[in-house]
């Protein structure tokens, strides 16, 4: 009996009963992707995509891509981080990095929404809508609530929060109770909130902005000072980092943690991996997915309150329509194989392309910006594609396979 | 009957990651003929077989058909040359007529655009009555039998002009009574000039009902003998390469108190139906009682009823003095209850998760594996260790991933864990189905060394010989009663009697 | 794997069914008797009639009818509830947006680019494949359309132009999905993150600030002058686009296709067990493939209808999520063509009212929440009503040789 029976092979040890073809969930498939591919995978995986993006360039604009990505990087601010650049190159990419973490910060937030959705076999689709909410929630705690400093921030990001993991968690009641899919669910309450946030703060809604000269203005109010987050890097006035940065860190710790040091980790990952095996083992799946979804939409609140809370400090219609946060969080979950290291490497790479294509960073001369930033969008989708079908991993796993069996023999079982 | 064989395989090779499943097989198929290929799980009969009817592709070696050379590329190659197969999963789609499965293939049409399924229907009708089916062509097959299933499988062939039959153990999913039908089929087929292939692992059904039998080992053709002069035991031998111990040795059982007791349970199905009808037993400390009875007659019901994960209608089950009915699966558990489930990859592993995971499954939650939800993945390595040692798992340690290891090991770590938590009654479903014959003399020996330390087995198998083997008491199950209770010494043709129904004896030998 | 409520038996199927079907007319009735051109102006009429319609429903789900008996109790909750609004309004401003002429027109035209998508997405996943990317396609299908009509200037072009950019886009869905084997749901998240990339990258290299062009083709009216004064009917079908006729036709010709030929037969058979299908000779992966690019094709087609036959422009995103209120109607519509058309109609119902809500000024900030209807409907479809609908068995698993 050889050791080790690869999964490609045919089942021919173990025949199934119902000739139904175990197919591995989304947990497992990513967990694979991981072990097989390391670091490596991901980086191919965004290179590859980049590389693309650079021949659509090439051929719709003819411009060289890759003068087209030296603008963009420009832009990034990530070249604070050598040593070399200094003066007022230095202070510039230092402005540009705090706009870079700015966006990072929500960015890790819904990755990590969505990677705990996913680590417990779950698509949650819906962190745009669960963003919005807790971006709802935050604005209404924060601008009509008075107290002190503390406690208004505190209370504002706890709300925020909890308005996410409710909005995340009627999908995963449904899905709990009567099995709806939470893709569609998700999906449905994301449009939902979208336009019930754009009816609150429209013409006419009941948030919307009071005060002459205010009626055709389709925002809300603006949080108090009370509740705005402090910056620490960089200068209030000209939206500096704030310490929302921190709480992103922590977030991922807490991921980290929970999914493996808690029993409720446990729980949520052997329901991704296989909810069969988990309800004979007494686990409770149906709570799991119940779980899972709150914790999930709770993250996305969370980064609605700190962009709220942090640099927006209001809500208007335009930018809730616009806001695509919700929906890179699945990127980044994706190219992050759902780990907490991955996601913040991945969201420091959306981050920097938001910024670095965004109309203030890239000179329109070099190119345009809103060209730039579908381009974005493309190699967005470009790194779900390829993040999905695990090609390249499949390969270089197939490959490592056959050192590894020239090394050693196998023995019997 | 022509001399030259109607279908011959010369040395065929068939290669996958990590194992040559078939090694150089010389095989011939004579008209008329009912070839039976025997081995055992593992043995490379289906890959063989696949092979043949272009499901797969061979590395090497040549197929031919009539005398002609023939490459099966895919089914349809092998529908052309005549070759049909009847599988052992029935390939029938379940919320189609009979008609439409059989109009999948070659369906009639109007006018070579709309479906004609008038026509479609006759034909079943049509050949339904040629061969003595009894089908009706517009029943859905999820609403008939198994034994009708299989027989609509053996139609479509019919219907694409097979003359060469492959049936993949057969009778597997049958009643002795259906099987004996099927054989009887079978010889209607040989007589109108069909030749059959027979995949089996099944002794006994071989010696009965073949002409000609090749033993197939590892990969590898041992021998083709005739029927005359063939025996149980040197087949056996053929099989498996040494001599078999067809029944474990065990000590007469010293069974002590009663530990589960089932009394007048009704359970349901998936469809609402009553899948157990007022089932009583008990199982007392010390002893192995094995329930025997054909797929799908309230089995799963009833161990899922057990195990806390299905409701019962109405009746009672108490484990070691506790009240368990309608419990939840943790309950149950937590109540001194081990199950090993008979789907080990589904249900009782996750194979993503380590060796040490997998073993904490049931217990994660508690001190000392942790606190206040707080998990210490030290102390589950720990156990781990200790427990797969003690079961000689092989092919990893604590932090392997449970999918890495082969089937054989992966059911140890199940007994492990099951057995590691020191259950008062023990669920045994389909323990070694689909393990090579090394592992099953292991959880035989290991099931009856629980037995002998006090537990109470309760074995739930498909498989006759191996109740046979393992129980002091044997209870056959027939569409959700028990039906009958015997000792270990009754005979394969009572406990089939009393499977299908007849002859309800009830006193134990 | 998927329960199936039992039923006692065939009779009681039938009058509960009866019964349930009852009970949602009677609910449509509570809430029609409220508006024009009966306009009640006394609750007492349609809480009497909406209570009898909850009894049916209630009578139904003891019948084992679940299905339609909680339709019917939703279906009698939400006409009370029409009937109480309506009551409050005032009967001038209930005739200016409830003309139902008009409504049946704009319903059919808002359910249009619904219908096309779903039909594609019936395709799809009766075959076994989840198509989550028929957003993404429809997008595509618009901005070809309307770039393609520019360009060839002619309608006709810009429909085949978006035909083939939904077929290469509902190709690579297929080969990742089906070749690769990527999870499906994955594969279709990111053909809709790449349709919103591209169509907005070409729209803005190719349009930029102007927008495009103002003549843009246009996909002709059907006007039918013999119906256009006859009351009610010609309001609702008299001009109506081609498309729409179209869309009609599809679902027709959808149904013989799935269901009465041996090609439909087949593809059924792909997504209810692969393998079986395989052994009978039936290529798995070819169904699939062709059922997916169609699946894009329509998605693309209900696109182009939405720019260049509704529209007459390209504007970013002017999907909105349509696509996947596509796939509910599918699911809404039990994976049947008639099905699916009719829950198309019931959100294109509620699209048009939200819009012709804003002919009253006092009720236009509304119209943004009223946005929200044809969602929440799909939520409380695909939770309550439908939550145990049954798909094809095999759908969204890949299929291994």
């Not at chain 1, 979804?293 to 962009?307: E, K, Q, R, T, V």
């Not at chain 2, 629980?450 to 002091?472: C, Q």
């Not at chain 3, 008996?69 to 939400?78: C, L």
Request: charged share 15%.
């Amino acid at each position: 009996m050889t050791e080790g029976q690869p999964p490609e092979a045919p089942p021919e040890e173990v025949p199934a009963p119902e000739d139904t073809q175990y197919t591995p969930s989304i947990a497992a498939r990513l967990a694979f992707a991981q072990r097989a591919g390391g670091v490596i995978t991901p980086l191919l995986t965004a290179v590859f995509a980049f590389f693309v993006g650079g021949i659509v360039v090439l051929v719709t604009t003819g411009k060289n891509p890759l003068t087209t990505y030296r603008a963009i990087f420009d832009g990034t601010g990530l070249n604070w981080l050598f040593p070399w650049v200094s003066g007022a190159e230095r202070t510039t990419a230092a402005l540009n990095l705090q706009q870079t973490l700015l966006l990072t910060v929500p960015l890790i937030l819904t990755g990590l929404a969505v990677a705990f959705a996913f680590r417990c076999g779950l698509f949650n689709i819906g962190g745009q809508g669960q963003y919005t909410v807790g971006a709802v929630s935050a604005v209404i705690a924060g601008a009509y609530v008075s107290t002190a400093h503390l406690p208004h921030v505190v209370l504002a990001i706890v709300v925020a929060t909890l308005a996410g993991a409710a909005w995340a968690g009627i999908a995963g009641l449904l899905k709990a109770t009567v099995g709806a899919h939470e893709v569609i669910t998700t999906i449905m309450l994301n449009w939902i909130a979208f336009w019930t946030a754009s009816w609150l703060f429209g013409i006419g809604g009941p948030l919307q902005v009071s005060g002459a000269g205010n009626e055709s203005v389709p925002a809300s109010e603006t949080v108090k000072e009370t509740a705005k987050l402090p910056v620490f890097w960089g200068d209030p006035f000209l939206q500096g980092l704030h310490i929302g940065f921190f709480v992103a860190i922590g977030a991922l710790v807490v991921y980290w943690i929970i999914l493996n040091r808690t029993t409720l980790g446990y729980g949520v990952r052997a329901v991704g991996f296989n909810p069969d095996a988990a309800r004979y083992g007494g686990i409770p799946v149906a709570r799991n997915y119940f779980l899972a979804m709150a914790i999930s939409g709770g993250f996305a609140g969370l980064a609605g309150a700190m962009d709220v809370l942090g640099w927006e400090f209001r809500l208007d219609q335009t930018s809730i329509q616009a806001s695509q946060i919700g929906f890179i969080g699945i990127a980044v979950a994706l190219l992050g194989r759902n780990s907490a290291v991955g996601v913040f490497f991945s969201a420091l790479l959306f981050g920097a392309l938001l910024n670095g294509t965004s109309t203030t960073n890239l000179d329109p001369s070099i190119f345009r910006p809103e060209l730039a930033q579908n381009l974005t969008l493309i190699i967005q989708g470009l790194v779900v594609l390829f993040v999905g079908a695990d090609v390249l991993i499949l390969y270089l796993w197939s490959l490592r396979r056959k050192v590894r069996r020239q090394a050693r023999p196998a023995d019997a079982a | 009957m022509a001399d030259e064989p109607i279908l011959e395989l010369r040395s065929i090779t068939k290669r996958f990651p990590g194992i040559v499943a078939n090694d150089g097989i010389d095989f011939d198929l004579r008209r008329g003929e009912a070839h039976a290929l025997l081995g055992e799980n593992g043995a490379g009969k289906s890959t063989l077989m696949n092979v043949v009817f272009g499901l797969y592709q061979p590395d090497e070696g040549e197929i031919r058909v009539k005398g002609e050379p023939a490459a099966m590329k895919s089914p349809r190659d092998a529908i052309n040359h005549g070759i049909g197969m009847v599988h052992q999963h029935f390939m029938l789609v379940p919320v189609m007529t009979i008609a439409e499965n059989i109009a999948l293939a070659n369906a009639p049409t109007h006018a070579g655009v709309l479906l004609d399924m008038d026509a479609a229907e006759k034909r079943v009708a049509e050949l339904s009555r040629t061969f003595h089916f009894a089908l009706d062509p517009r029943a859905r097959i999820e609403n008939i039998t198994v034994g009708q299933q299989q027989r609509v499988e053996i139609l479509k062939a019919l219907d694409r002009n097979a003359d060469i039959l492959i049936l993949d153990e057969p009778t597997a999913v049958l009643t002795p009574q259906e099987a004996r039908e099927l054989f009887a089929i079978l010889e209607t087929l040989k007589r109108e000039g069909i030749s059959i292939i027979f995949i089996s692992h099944k002794l006994n059904e071989v010696l009965e009902i073949a002409d000609r039998i090749s033993v197939l080992r590892r990969g590898k053709l041992i021998e083709t003998v005739p029927r005359e002069g063939a025996t149980e035991a040197g087949l056996a031998r053929m099989m498996v390469g040494r001599e078999v111990l067809l029944r474990v040795e065990k000590a007469p059982p010293e069974p002590g108190e009663t530990l589960l007791e089932i009394d007048g349970l009704n359970v349901r199905d998936d469809r609402g139906l009553p899948a157990v009808r007022d089932v009583s037993l008990t199982v007392r400390a010390g002893e192995i009682v094995g329930i025997a009875g054909v797929d799908g007659n309230g089995q799963t019901e009833l161990i899922d009823a057990l195990s806390g994960l299905r409701r019962s209608e109405s009746g009672r089950i108490v484990l070691a003095g506790r009240d368990i009915t309608n419990r939840d699966a943790r309950y149950v558990l937590d109540a001194g209850y081990g199950h090993v489930p008979e789907d080990r990859q589904r249900r009782g592993l996750v194979l993503d998760f380590s060796l040490a995971e997998n073993i904490a499954l049931h217990d994660y939650a508690e001190p000392p594996d942790s606190r206040f939800g707080w998990l210490f993945p030290g102390r589950l390595i720990a156990r781990a260790r200790r427990l797969l040692q003690e079961f000689d798992v092989r092919g990893g340690g604590p932090r392997t991933r449970a999918a890495a290891l082969s089937g054989g090991n992966q059911q140890k770590v199940v007994l492990a864990r099951e057995i590691g938590r020191d259950p008062r009654v023990l669920l045994a479903a389909q323990p070694t189905r689909g393990l090579d014959v090394g592992a099953i003399e292991f959880v035989h020996r290991r099931l009856v060394e629980e037995r002998d330390e006090g537990r109470a087995i309760l074995l739930v198998s498909l498989e006759l010989e191996e109740i046979l083997s393992l129980a002091d008491r044997i209870l056959v199950i027939y569409e959700g009663r028990i039906v009958g209770e015997f000792g270990p010494d009754v005979s394969e043709e009572e406990l089939g009697i009393a499977m299908t129904g007849g002859g309800r004896e009830t006193e134990a030998a | 794997m998927t329960a199936r409520v039992a039923t006692a038996s065939w009779a009681d199927l039938r009058t509960g069914r009866a019964a349930g079907v009852i009970g949602i007319v009677l609910g449509i009735l509570a809430g029609w008797v409220a508006l024009p051109p009966i306009s009640t102006r006394n609750l007492v009429l349609p809480v009497v009639i909406g209570v009898a319609g909850i009894a049916a429903g209630a009578w139904a789900t003891t019948r084992g009818e679940k299905r339609v008996g909680i339709g019917a109790i939703v279906a009698s909750v939400a006409g009370i509830v029409v009937a109480i609004f309506a009551t409050r309004a005032s009967v001038g401003n209930l005739e200016l947006v409830m003309s139902w002429g008009a409504l049946t027109a704009a319903s059919l035209v808002y359910a249009t680019p619904l219908t096309f998508a779903a039909i594609g997405g019936m395709f799809s996943e009766r075959s076994g494949v989840v198509n989550i990317g028929l957003e993404g396609m429809m997008l595509i299908g618009a901005f070809f359309g309307a770039w393609g009509a520019d360009t060839t200037d002619s309608w006709i072009g810009g429909l085949l132009i978006a035909l083939v950019a939904g077929a290469a886009l509902a190709l690579v869905h297929a080969f990742f999905a089906i070749h690769l084997r990527a999870d499906q749901i994955v594969s279709g998240t990111a053909v809709n993150f790449l349709a919103l990339g591209i169509t907005g990258y070409l729209y803005i290299n190719i349009y930029g600030d102007r927008g495009t062009p103002p003549d843009l083709p246009q996909i002709p009216d059907v006007n039918l002058s013999r119906l256009q004064d006859v009351f009610f009917f010609g309001d609702a079908f008299g001009s109506l686009n081609l498309m729409i006729w179209l869309s009609i036709a599809t679902v027709a010709l959808s149904y013989i296709a799935m269901f009465k030929t041996p090609a439909g037969l087949r593809i059924r058979s792909v997504g209810e067990h692969p393998k079986a299908a395989d052994t009978v000779g039936i290529p798995v992966y070819r169904t699939r493939y062709v059922a997916v690019v169609v699946s894009g094709m329509l998605a693309a087609l209900g696109g182009t209808f939405l720019s260049i036959g509704f529209n007459h422009s390209f504007t970013e995103n002017m999907t909105a999520g349509r696509g996947f209120i596509a796939l509910a109607a599918l699911i809404f519509g039990g994976w049947r063509p008639v099905g699916a058309f009719a829950a198309a109609l019931l959100f294109g119902f509620s699209s048009a009212l939200a819009q012709r809500l804003g002919l009253v000024e006092s009720w236009q900030s509304y119209q943004l929440l009223f946005q929200t209807l044809p969602y929440v409907l799909t939520l409380i479809a695909v939770a309550g009503v439908i939550g145990r609908s049954i798909p094809p068995a095999a759908v969204g698993r890949p299929y291994v040789k």
